[in-house]
DNA sequence: AACCGCGCTGTGAACGCTAACAATCGTCCC
DNA sequence: GGGACGATTGTTAGCGTTCACAGCGCGGTT
């Protein structure tokens, strides 16, 4: 008739009587303390189990120094690289016994980032990720009030801190490159938004690309990583008929422009080539399959955490992780350049 | 010489030496209880400001009983519904001064779903949200060791738990509707995977609406959310001359659905009218801009927090909220049934 | 004049855990 | 055989906050 499971759930106490020892040694066995008797452990795990024992993570935090809790600070996971990065380091975390917390930037730029570290700071997150790859994130992060060791997703020159990234400028040497090799003069440039860090090194890696390869560099078009920015760019060069290959700075813009050139008559890849970034899922069923450069985002996770944990263990010493190397993906949207060339 | 910032951030402690008070005052400043005479309270936030203190929310949360961190439990956050929605909850989340722990579950089933819940237990959250559309996450959260307040976002049927969810039924209704008004005899279906309560909603009210409208019920196409199923589909239908109308399950779906069609000659909207569900950012610029139905994710995470709010609030009433109701949005995708019936 | 109540503030004890140290026991070594 | 030592366990003190319960001073009552 008594009532064996109060509704107050377990503490490490009740398991210390239940198994007969005191509250440390519960502690002991639970954080793989060596000196412990085996036979003593097991009697301790026997009670963890029987009272469904969960430790209390704000105690622990508390208590100890460390909180098995990081903070991923992001922006617009909506988006598929922000959303396959966090959901690689959320994996990653978990498998290395972390929570994660998280806080979606409405904006990009200072306080925002100040505002969401500190945010993470009050949760006494262990260490930070940061997927935001705002050109001005490493000064943010240097104001920052207290020295939480921290992790910049995806930002090329991160300005000394840590950082995992996709090298971009290979990825993009990839895709103008691939398009050379095709038989086009030259290559024109949907680039992403200005105050994105990928943007900007995809851009300049096209021009760079261009010019070694000594080839003339048309005027680059404006995005923001929106389908309907790609559309609109597809609008303006459809007319175009030195337009033979265009490298948009992502897939969703490759769509909005091949929906553009669709329209107007422009047929891909015959009379024009296409390039995206991202390999995004869509990107095989589109209309054409759309060649692309993939980044293996679930690495970029993986690494970053690595980093992360590292600099947990020694914060004094900044680690270096190599850039993660992304792949073109060929597919029905570029072709050789046609003989429309022979016209010229 | 000496060095007035130490590297250790302030406590309450110092806050309350500083303004010349008790810890407890300052804790009263901080939480805004009344009785504190106004030039105490000035004094004291004088003093926050000045050593830029801020609270410590592990140690807030162990003393206190509720935790200002609500946990997210979410699957699969690459698509683009469960994505929408995360930032949803989480936004407004932030906006109700909460942060953010999120799960993200590698499988949906029953046992991911109570690891999930158990490791957010452990963090101590005040509530969990669950965006796992999974058949069985009822069970799952009645088998709960401990009772964190929860809402279920999305699902059908949620089993007594409280819910957020879009009117799926209404959805599928509003697109097989608007096919048979544009003079479609029947319309074929392509549906999610049988897991996800709102594949099967829609696959429901699809089957329930052509019953209603007298018309005959073809069998329906399994998918499973991805592109490439669509395409699988699309492949399937292209040959059958009785498919005028698809309403796919979702806009990827479609998308791939789109390219199959395109591949083998079908004409859309011409021979074949498709809808799609969802209005993804990128259905309006597919080849041809899709028809689909959108549904207000936004909306979704905010109602969500609002009725996790009111159970936070008083726990043994559960709150109702009425369901979120979504639009057809009308592209080229869908057009009005073609002589093509003159032969028959 | 003693008393009550109210506005404001302080004191002590949790909250559940880990860290540092002390205690106990048996064993090993000379 | 005594003391040092290692293995194992217990004891005590925080971690930084909130909660429950006093205190104190002051104006108004009786």
Redesign the interface.
Known sequence: MDQPSPPR?AVMIDVARLAGVSHQTVSRVLNGHPSVRDETRERVLTAVRQL?Y??????R??AGRR?R?LGVVSFD??L?GP??T??GV??AA?AAGY??????L?QLDHDGVSDAL???????VAGVVIIAPFTNTAAALRSL??GIPAVVVEAGASGGLPAISVDQVAGAELAVRHLLELGHETVWHVRGPQNWLEARDREGAWRSTLEAAGRSVPPVIDGDW???S??QAGLRLAGDPRVTAVFCAND?QA??L??AF?ERGVRVPDSVSVVGFDDI??A????P?LTTIRQDFDEVGRRCLAMLLDLLDSPVETPVYPRVTPVLVSRASTGIRQSANANS
Chains 1, 2 share one sequence.
């Open positions: 759930p469904n969960r430790p209390n993570a704000l105690a935090g508390l909180s809790v996971t909506i598929y959303a396959a966090l959901l959320e994996r978990r929570g994660v917390s998280i806080v979606t409405e500190s945010a993470l700071a009050e949760q006494s009030p207290m929106s389908a309907r790609g559309y969703q769509l909005g091949l929906r669709h899922p869509e095989e069923f589109m209309s399959p």
